[in-house]
């Protein structure tokens, strides 16, 4: 992984794997979390975020310890110290990490109590052009009401998230951008005169259908029937076995090493590692054995019983 800088302003910083990557019983702090995403509470589901398991895995005969697979990866945890949801110069905060509906809210009762508590913001003054030449023209100013000046930061905010922030990560659908060109006022643009007049503007910001988050689908499990396990290889680099992810660019890249890569340790002889079927694969349904009424006891066994 190559040196990144840490948010827009941050320092340089080199990422290691379990910054993000961790078993889901690790403990610890994250170096990248933000502690108020973490105490959120969220609108959507795991099923909005992971792919179920296969319905045709195989349990495992002995219980699970939580060191085996790596947990999905959370913005709370892993993303929010550097991906910043921040909408506007006026608020350091940012927006939830949730479903558009939930951001969509949250930015009109922002801007709402925002507004609220600076009346006098209704007065917008858009800056002149910087010719090069002449005299530059005075600046003009536009007075709405409280109710389209929430509308217009609202629509603004959210075509930098929709169009920006948000798909960065995410796969954004079905949503459509409202017309910001006057909660924008592009200086560079003349059109500005033809329907901003100089004391006031009429604006009809209709409210547009919020985009659709497709799933994370995070795959959890990649080999539904082995039983690998994270902790017995804690004392390997995480490159050791997944070399690809230095080069890997794209999220549906699949990482995970062939065998030729596990028989590097684990092959015949004593100075290898087990290399047995039973030490990765699993063949019986445990959950489906039937019990039965015991009748040896150890003295029996001791003289020869079966």
């Not at 995403?37 to 349990?59: H, I, R």
């Not at 985009?211 to 490159?239: E, G, M, N, Y």
Request: include cysteine; charged fraction near 25%.
């Amino acid at each position: 992984m190559k040196p990144i800088r840490r948010g827009p302003n941050g320092p340089i910083v080199q990422l290691e794997c379990g910054d993000c990557h961790r078993a889901a019983a690790a403990n610890g702090p994250w170096p990248y979390a933000d502690a108020t995403y973490e105490a959120a509470s969220v609108a959507y589901k795991v099923e909005d975020e992971n792919l179920p398991l296969n319905q045709q895995t195989l349990p495992r005969r002995r219980g699970m310890a939580g060191r085996e697979y790596m947990a999905p990866v959370k913005f709370a945890n892993a993303c929010a110290a550097c991906h910043l949801l921040t909408f506007d110069k006026r608020f350091e905060e940012g927006v939830p990490h949730d479903k558009p509906e939930v951001v969509h809210s949250f930015l009109v009762k922002k801007f709402s109590e925002y507004i609220a508590a600076h009346p006098a913001a209704v007065h917008e003054i858009q800056e002149p052009e910087r010719g090069l030449t002449g005299e530059p023209p005075a600046p003009r100013a536009q007075l709405l009401t409280s109710a389209q000046w929430v509308k217009e930061r609202t629509a603004v905010a959210e075509e930098l998230l929709w169009g920006k922030t948000c798909r960065q990560c995410h796969a954004l659908t079905g949503g459509q951008l409202q017309d910001t060109t006057l909660g924008r006022w592009e200086a560079a643009s003349d059109q500005n005169a033809n329907h901003l007049p100089a004391t006031s503007a009429q604006l009809d910001l209709a409210e547009g259908p919020l985009p659709v988050i497709a799933p994370a689908q995070i795959t959890i499990r990649w080999l539904p029937h082995a039983k690998f396990d994270h902790d017995a290889h804690r004392s390997f680099t995480c490159t050791s076995c997944h070399a690809k992810a230095l080069s890997s660019t794209e999220t549906g890249d699949v990482l995970v090493p062939g065998i030729e890569n596990c028989k590097t340790c684990h092959a015949p002889g004593p100075e290898h590692a087990e290399s047995r079927c039973f030490e990765c694969h699993t063949y019986h349904d445990w959950s489906k054995r039937k019990e039965v009424n015991p009748t040896y006891t150890l003295p029996a066994l001791a003289k020869g019983g079966r």
